[in-house]
């Protein structure tokens, strides 16, 4: 391989100073039947230009946002993306720099997560933010687990109208850690407050909803929040962050800990990842947060300066005492996330919002007047929505892609009392043209 520089000599020095006299000695341990010792039929290799081309040609065989009209959301969202977002991020000093070990001499990424948390604080309406976790899903199992070392109590409840890949991961990082997960069903696409009543008590630990929910529908969520603390349990929201831009902020209806999926702050769809989890709380549950709290203060000659005020840093500082398994934070992620805030600012947040809501509901609107459509739910939505097809919704998709359209998720997969049932999701980046270019295509799918 022309591109190792080592020569016979520099071989030779290093199999003498290991001691060992060729390099198959260093696998002697492994069976020789498990070896392979013939040619593994692999073809010639490629030019650098005849690589490219190839890879340029498996990569037109990909379906993507910027060539097809995208109504696919649950969890990962096609919206614009500024132009500030990328050419920040791609910074070298930003781009190549890891987990700020030596923090003192680490400001310009000290400052950057400390400007992340406070953006984060003022989206959500709590006290304080971490310089975040891996993706939604596992900044909610990290909520769910505080909670319970919190409360000392052994129990949580999730409402099933959770992203149901959310609750599989609660599940999976439960499954031999004694918590007790129990699910609520859901009433009219919401999270059923009297089965609530009836099964929460003061053995658990904590409630777990989604707002907006896995279906788009908007929860009471501050019936559910007087009726989680009646019980002393702690309220953790799962939010969309858009979405944030019209409702209320869930530190304005007293939830104790709030996550979600930092995707649509400035991250593209990119084939799931990588993504950025959110994670806020109150004040009195700093100290349990996982991960790192970037604080401003002064150096002594009184100039502005960022430090580490905590770092629970599972991986080295009081590691038995740890109640979090997190070792890094998706620091170039939650860039993009502050990039795209500080670029959007309140008043473009909200109209990002805004325009989703206007364009989900224009669609939900144009479906209800179609043969064989219905629409699942009464509940008010926001971006997304739940409607039930004529047609098989895997058929359905497949008839859509032919016009460059991608559809929306087959519910019937996660939810079998759903069948033919699709989540649409409709952002800011689908206009008027193309939902109305939607409506005439499915108007014409027949049973």
Known sequence: MEYIGNTEADNKQMLTEIGVSSASELWSDIPQDKIVTQPLGLPAGLSELELR???????????????????????????????????ITKRPEFYTAYTPYQPEISQGTLQSIFEYQSLICNLTGLDVANASLY?????????????????????????????????????????????????????????DLGELRQKINDQVAAVLVQQPNFFGCLEEVEELATLVHEHKALFIVDVYPVSLGLLKRPGNYAA???????????????????????????????????????????????????????????????????????CSNEALCALAACVHLSSLGARGLKAAATASVIGAHRLADGLK???????????????????????????????????????????????????????????????????????????????
Not at 282 to 287: D, G, N
Not at 385 to 413: M, S, W, Y
């Open 135 to 191: 993706d939604g899903a596992t900044a909610l199992y990290e909520a769910a687990h505080l909670a319970c070392d919190h409360t000392q109590r052994r129990k949580i409840i999730v409402s099933r109208a959770l992203h149901p890949e959310y609750r599989q991961v609660l599940k999976t990082y439960f499954s031999d850690a004694g918590i007790d997960i129990e699910e609520i069903g859901c009433a009219q696409g919401t999270t």
């Open 256 to 326: 104790d800990i709030v996550v979600g999926e930092g995707q649509s702050l400035g991250l593209p769809v990119s084939f799931g990842g990588p993504y950025l989890g959110i994670f806020s709380c109150r004040k009195e549950l700093m100290r349990k947060m996982p991960g790192r709290v970037v604080g401003e203060t002064v150096d002594n000659q009184g100039r502005r300066a960022y430090v580490l005020t905590l770092q629970t840093r599972e991986q080295h500082i009081r590691r038995e005492k740890a109640s979090s398994n997190i």
């Open 369 to 447: 007047d179609l043969p064989g459509w219905r629409l699942n739910f009464t509940a008010p939505f926001f971006n997304e929505f739940v409607a039930t097809a004529p047609v098989e919704a895997d058929d359905l998709n497949k008839q859509l892609l032919k016009h460059k359209i991608i559809g929306g998720l087959n519910l019937g997969r996660l939810y079998p009392e759903l069948p033919q049932s699709v989540l649409f999701c409709v952002t800011e980046k689908r206009g008027p043209e193309e939902i109305e270019n939607l409506l005439n295509i499915l108007r014409e799918i027949k049973q």
């Open 53 to 87: 081309k190839h890879l340029r040609n498996l990569s037109d065989r990909n379906v993507n946002v910027e060539d097809y009209a995208c109504f696919l959301g649950a969890g990962a969202y096609d919206h614009y993306i500024p132009s500030t977002v990328p050419v």
